[in-house]
């Protein structure tokens, strides 16, 4: 009975050394009589007991790293605590068995290294513009010395740039005094184009009075020579028929008598009003003032044909 469970246990214990089953996204180093043999792929596998066993366990996945943080010192002599994350994969895990002791150790410190080389070449000022070019440099020089460990550098991201205290105030007086700047030159440029825009409504509205200006002169020019012709058409009419009222039958002698009453009505209002007037000094001239004008009406019906 008892060598039955003597010889139980040993079974159990086979088979437990001999079958494994290994998990997806990982790979198992087996050594045989302590040198590297094979590796195992996911699934069931077998190895020799106490001759063959599983020596390292790597898995495959995509692994985030923290990098601790440190001081690095910039090209202008500025102090900055930086922190960052590493994302690495094993891509050969015979080489990450045996090509470093401890292969994560190795990577931080060299990210380190490498972080500190890299912002001790920039100035304060770029070390913030250009995070991308930091993390590029990083990753490249990462990837080639981390190759001989079998274990590829994805990417490295900076999480945190933090300047000394005095720097920080120093930035931000002069974030604010940039942003009054660009504030005093928006009012400024507001002030510019108000005047701008007043200067040029003055100038319309003085081109529209202007223009309103004239053509309302030459509206009244048209409209007083328009007036002007029209009363030289009147009187060319009224001319034109007393002088056809002249030629005809008896209109000499109504002329006549017209004159006689315009001369009579004036002689008449003499005494009315307080006027100066230079007359005859015989009262009976009257009617040679009035044969005087009608030789002149006689004279230019004379001249015509």
Request: glycine share 4%; hydrophobic share 45%; proline share 4%.
């Amino acid at each position: 009975m008892e060598i039955a469970i003597i010889l139980a246990i040993i079974a159990i214990v086979f088979v437990v050394r001999t079958v494994k089953i290994v998990p997806q996204q990982h790979a198992w180093v087996v050594e045989r009589l302590g040198k590297y043999d094979r590796t195992l792929t996911p699934g069931l596998k077998f190895v020799v007991p106490f001759i063959e066993r599983v020596a390292y366990q790597h898995s495959l996945k995509e692994v985030p790293m923290d990098v601790p943080s440190q001081v690095c010192i910039t090209r202008d002599n500025t102090q900055l605590q930086v922190d960052g994350i590493i994302y690495f994969q094993v891509t050969d895990p015979m080489r990450a068995s045996y090509g470093s002791s401890n292969y994560e150790f190795a990577i931080t410190q060299l990210a380190q290294t490498l972080l500190r080389s890299v912002i001790g070449k920039m100035e304060l000022d770029k070390t913030f513009e250009e995070r991308d070019q930091i993390n590029g440099a990083v990753v490249s020089a990462l990837d080639e010395a981390a190759a001989n460990w079998g274990v590829k550098v994805l990417r490295y991201e900076i999480k945190d740039l933090t300047p000394p205290a005095e720097i920080l105030r120093s930035m931000q007086a002069q974030i604010t005094a940039e942003r009054e700047k660009r504030a005093l030159i928006a009012a400024s440029e507001g002030r510019k184009q108000e005047q701008i825009n007043i200067a040029t409504g003055e100038r319309e509205a003085f081109i529209a009075r202007s223009e309103g200006q004239r053509q309302a002169e030459i509206n009244n020019a048209q409209g007083q020579a328009a007036a002007i012709i029209a009363v030289a058409d009147a009187t060319a009419d009224a001319i034109r028929k007393v002088a056809e009222a002249i030629q005809q039958p008896g209109g000499e002698q109504a002329v006549q008598l017209k004159v006689a009453e315009k001369a009579v009505e004036a002689y008449a209002q003499l005494a009315q009003k307080n006027n100066t007037m230079i007359v005859p000094g015989n009262m009976s001239e009257v009617s040679a003032l009035i044969g005087t004008a009608m030789t002149l009406l006689k004279a230019p019906a004379a001249r015509q044909p």
